[in-house]
């Protein structure tokens, strides 16, 4: 769903882009010079500069705007910077902390300034002030550089809490996390004719649930079983509970531009994020431990399951039509605290035309569902063996 408003992703650009940040965390981890901004889908969108004036860091405010779309005038004579994004007016001068969205007053601890003839805004303005404009919370993890823009809206409203687990199966030795993408509030994409992302991902998610219901060997779990809004945290936190042993997170793509079109795969690699030569305590250990070494033979194992799934079910996806890019490697955010093999996957693009036809067929949930299904089931079969 990030396509929609970032601009098309390409991802073999973002994992040079997550080793080139990687590259440059593993120097001095405190010595932060870039901030990798993270969509909702936890894949990176883009790396802004960070520059150092006394005590705060900023980044420049071209960035910025590049990052949310938006426009701006700056008046010299004031020192006054107007933007719009998003169809709100934000409104500062250079050295005063007070900024207007809209015309209501935000005070920042730090004022915007000029770095070399450039506008730059504290960090501070993308944690405090972009939330207000683009209604989604923005975190940010200062040591490890990442600015993490959720799929959550930012005025929190409150929905019940339900249990989320569902198993199917009783005594099974398979642990199959299924995470519906999105739910509740959060929507997701939309197609042209009104489906949402959250609600196609459901459905494959229950079928899944209901063809694997009868096979002997396999627990299968959702994260949702309903319409409902669940934050990142919560979905990972109910599979590591589960001690899942491998995790699919189920999604759709939608981007601007129509050559974009078919499934993408992506496999959780935070190695990708840690770079090499630092300490892989934080990597992904099949049993749920998160304190192993480097070059582990658990961690490759672990990494050979997501790889084994994606290439399977890009195998499968392909079987019914539809095309796509296999197995790109990443450190999904989303995933990041996930203590099991995780694959993302992107089923199609709602924004596709030749997509779109493939998902009006009337047995299109029962045939993607299928291919998940059949996947699941090799992967199974390779770890009995
Ligand atoms: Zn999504």
């Keep these: 769903m990030a396509d929609q408003r970032y601009g098309v992703l390409r991802p073999g650009f973002w994992v040079f882009v997550c080793l080139f940040w990687a590259f440059m965390v593993s120097d001095v981890m405190a010595q932060v010079t870039h901030l990798q901004v993270l969509d909702a889908d936890g894949r990176s969108i883009a790396l802004l500069e960070l520059f150092q004036r006394q005590s705060t860091k900023y980044v420049l405010e071209k960035e910025v705007k590049e990052l949310f779309s938006g426009t701006g005038i700056y008046e010299s ?3 006054r910077v107007t933007l719009t994004i998003m169809g709100k007016k934000i409104v500062f001068r250079l050295r005063q902390n007070q900024v207007k969205v809209d015309g209501e007053e935000y005070v920042l601890s730090a004022p915007p300034v000029s770095i070399s003839g450039n506008i730059a805004v504290p960090v501070e303005f993308l944690t405090v002030i972009m939330p207000a404009v683009i209604d989604k919370q923005i975190t940010l993890d200062q040591n490890n550089g990442i600015l993490q823009i959720s799929g959550e809206s930012f005025a ?3 929905e019940p809490r339900t249990d989320s687990h569902v198993p199917v199966g009783s005594d099974a030795e398979f642990r199959v996390i299924i995470d519906p993408g999105h739910g509740g509030r959060d929507t997701g994409s939309r197609t042209k004719i009104g489906q949402l992302e959250k609600d196609q991902t459901l459905k494959i998610a229950q079928q899944i649930k209901a063809m694997l219901a009868a ?3 396999i627990d299968v779990y959702l994260t949702r079983s309903s319409d ?4 990142t945290t919560e979905r990972v936190n109910s599979a590591n509970t589960l001690r899942g042993h491998v995790y699919l997170s189920i999604h759709f793509n939608w981007s601007p531009f129509q050559r974009s079109r078919g499934f993408g795969m992506y496999v959780n690699n935070n190695r990708t994020r840690l770079g090499p030569g630092l300490n892989l305590g934080a990597d992904m250990l099949s049993s ?10 658990e961690i490759k194992l672990f990494l050979f399951r997501a790889r084994w799934l994606a290439k399977e079910l890009a195998k499968q996806l392909e079987s019914i039509g539809l095309s796509g890019e296999q197995n790109k490697e990443a450190f999904l955010a989303d995933m990041d605290d996930l203590s099991m093999p995780g694959v993302l996957v992107e089923v199609l693009y709602f924004s596709n035309r030749q997509d779109q036809i493939i998902l009006s067929r009337p047995d299109f949930i029962n045939s993607v569902s299928r291919a998940f299904c059949d996947s699941i089931l090799g992967l199974r079969d390779v770890l009995r063996n």
Excluded: A, F, H, W
Excluded at 228 to 231: D, F, G, K
């Design 77 to 79: 004579v004031m020192g």
């Design 228 to 231: 409902r809004y669940l934050t």
């Design 156 to 158: 929190k409203d409150s």
């Design 215 to 217: 096979e002997e060997g």
């Design 288 to 297: 749920g431990g998160r304190d192993s070494v480097n070059s582990s033979p």
